[in-house]
């Protein structure tokens, strides 16, 4: 019994040995190999090095992180459209913000003078009911002295059943009211044939008008004016 036992696990350390033996050229050239240095780390320090001087300046400038991004506005519709509500109020932003709205509508209607129309005064809803019906909110209202504009914001979700053709219904009964010109907008990805159709991208561009092009000539509404179309551009 003793001697059965021994000759096994000599049997047995044979057989590991033999495998070990078998496995090891996988073990030693199967190891990845560090990939070979194509650069010089000298150059890739200098890098760095001309990188941190403008980097530190745009981060005490605070150009680094668009401040709508950290609004938390997100691609929320409602939250989008306030906030372009109030950076179009001539309360917040004075001169930048009637040229911001005036390069909108004037990209949107070409036939009116807007830049001279608002500056008569004008007025800015968000989540507006013309006639005073749950049904017919419209997300934006731009109240002139001549014109009322309608404009239905859309970032993802997808328009309602004749969902324009009941806006544009509202406001031209209240445009009809008022004595003005009514006009329906639609700001989103897509078009539509029941409003005059315009995209985020006609934002961005028209913030970008509305500011100076340097960034050090631009003041603090300027600023934010423009990093809001930076933010919807890609809407």
Avoid at 12 to 20: P, Q, T, V
Avoid at 96 to 102: A, E, I, P, Y
Wanted: hydrophobic share 50%.
């Amino acid at each position: 019994m003793g001697k059965s036992h021994h000759m096994s696990g000599l049997l047995d350390a044979e057989r590991l040995e033999a495998s070990f033996a078998a496995l090891a050229p996988l073990l030693v050239h199967g190891v990845p190999r560090a990939p070979k240095q194509i650069y010089s780390m000298v150059d890739l320090q200098a890098a760095f090095d001309a990188l941190h001087a403008p980097l530190a300046a745009a981060r005490s400038a605070g150009g680094l992180i668009n401040p709508w991004t950290i609004a938390g506005l997100k691609r929320d519709e409602v939250r989008i459209a306030s906030a372009l509500a109030g950076l179009w109020r001539a309360q917040f932003g004075g001169a930048s913000s009637l040229r911001f709205l005036g390069e909108y509508l004037s990209a949107a209607i070409g036939h009116v003078d807007w830049h001279a129309e608002l500056a008569s005064g004008y007025r800015v809803e968000a989540e507006c009911n013309p006639l005073g019906l749950a049904s017919d909110r419209v997300d934006l209202v731009v109240e002139t002295a001549s014109h009322l504009i309608g404009i239905e914001v859309k970032v993802d979700a997808a328009l309602g059943p004749m969902q324009l053709e009941r806006y544009a219904l509202a406001i031209e009964r209240r445009a009809e009211l008022q004595g003005r010109e009514p006009h329906n907008l639609l700001l989103a990805r897509s078009a539509s044939a029941a409003a005059v159709s315009t995209s985020w991208r006609d934002i961005a561009s028209a913030a970008g008008r509305a500011v100076p092009c340097k960034a050090s000539a631009r003041g603090f509404i300027d600023q934010y004016i423009a990093s809001f179309g930076d933010f919807v551009r890609i809407l």
